[in-house]
């Protein structure tokens, strides 16, 4: 199925913006079926509810035709920190709407989106979590990234057993 870009945005969800509390408790319903699909990758218990953002935190509703189909939760650096300008921690399209490209067309428009224009990528992934995994591999490559990979924390454990595997995504071509 093709999608039309145009029917893909995003809804910051800021703690000033009149439609917050609306907003938040959308997320916050994805959220608990976002937990319970990492489940199947850990077991490692996680908070079941989204929590406040904070500051540095940009919360943002995906829609597709308007209507709430997932959400993004993700830091913009500084480059002064670090080398990885966009950290994105959360990442969930809802199970009826996933195998439409909508994931995918979201991710496009924000890596071409004027503010992340040049910016670099970083994001962890369960190690055993393969559609992820490609599903970040297809995103950044057709949007002409490659992956480089980090010297340092390129494996985490999240608790018991379950590998967290850091994937750093760039379009410059020197290593990290």
């Known amino acids: 199925m ?15 913006d009149s439609d917050y509390e609306k907003n938040f408790m959308l997320m916050s319903d994805m959220y ?6 990492l489940s199947h990758y850990t077991d490692t218990p996680m908070g079941e509810c989204l929590i406040e953002p904070r500051d540095e935190d940009n919360y943002a509703l995906i829609t597709y035709k308007k209507m709430p189909v997932g959400f993004v939760i993700y830091n913009v650096f500084p480059e002064a920190l670090t080398r990885h300008d966009v950290f994105i921690h959360e ?8 195998k439409q490209d909508i994931g995918k067309a979201f991710m496009s428009l924000m890596i071409k989106a004027a503010e992340y224009k040049d910016m670099d990528f970083s994001l962890a992934v369960y190690d055993n979590n393969h559609i992820a995994k490609r599903f970040w ?6 949007n002409g990234y490659i992956e480089c990979f980090i010297r340092q924390n390129v494996y985490a454990h999240d608790g018991d057993n379950a590998e967290l595997r850091w994937h750093y995504w760039t379009k410059r071509s020197e290593s990290v």
């Open 137 to 142: 591999d297809k995103t950044f490559g057709m």
């Open 91 to 98: 990442f969930y399209i809802k199970h009826d709407k996933r």
């Open 32 to 37: 608990r079926n976002y937990i319970e699909d």
């Open 2 to 16: 093709r999608i039309n870009v145009d029917d893909i945005d995003r809804i910051i969800v800021g703690k000033h």
